[in-house]
């Protein structure tokens, strides 16, 4: 059971704004360490979108953007696409368990 | 580019070794941090360990009783070994680079325990 929670599943039609949030605790997001979102497609290995809380790799489209407060973190999908259908994980570290982990995934669906 | 590849047997006997190689392409192994993250069917990823090759390996408290991660930077190689494996290590195999964050995957190897 991951120490990260994600909402199992979100969507919205396109060109609409979702949200996708991560709560963690005081020994992962609350310690400070960074949040970093991954996309995975079917079949394919998850691909970074945010690292660092905010930062957004060369590439990726400004339509998506990350968030960091206190002991959670959200990433933001503006102008939804059908290509943004995919599973979502975020990802930090906790220093509880002595190493990474990730966020238990969100399934955005385009209506 | 960085590229990274995983290979080994796909099908692994319960209780016996599960055995991986990553090969790498495009950057030194010396000169990263390298990740094995797993991946159970239908499950999130599953974060397995991190090693520096001149420095220290850090594993999954979970797993660290049967992971060994190892590597040989003469032919620019990652390997994986985890003990006593059952049912429940059955899942897509990983490795990634780690560039303060993941940065760069393989394509992944699916390992099944069968029994």
């Known amino acids: 059971q991951s120490v990260l929670t994600q909402p199992p599943s979100v969507s919205g039609a396109p060109g609409q704004r979702v949200t996708i949030s991560c709560t963690g605790s005081r020994s992962n997001i609350g310690a400070g360490y960074d949040v970093h979102w991954y996309q995975q497609l079917p079949g394919i290995a998850p691909k970074v979108l945010i690292y660092g809380n905010t930062n957004r790799p060369s590439g990726v489209p400004d339509r998506f953007s990350g968030f960091k407060s206190g002991t959670s973190a959200s990433l933001a999908i503006t102008g939804l696409q059908a290509d943004d259908e995919a599973d979502y994980y975020c990802q930090s570290y906790d220093s509880r368990l002595s190493g990474y982990v990730f966020g238990t995934g969100t399934k955005v669906t385009v209506l | 580019q960085v590229q990274l590849q995983e290979s080994g047997p796909g099908l692994v006997k319960a209780s016996e070794t599960l055995s991986l190689t990553c090969t790498v392409s495009?950057?030194?192994?010396?000169?990263?941090?390298w990740t094995w993250v797993r991946q159970p069917a239908g499950k999130g990823p599953e974060w397995i360990g991190r090693m520096y090759i001149s420095g220290t390996t850090n594993y999954n408290p979970s797993l660290k009783s049967r992971v060994t991660m190892s590597a040989d930077t003469s032919k620019n190689q990652l390997f994986l070994k985890l003990t006593s494996v059952t049912a429940a290590d059955t899942a897509v195999y990983y490795c990634a680079r780690w560039n303060n964050f993941l940065d760069s995957w393989g394509q992944g190897t699916l390992v099944t325990v069968s029994s």
């Open positions: 495009g950057a030194y192994i010396g000169a990263y941090y």
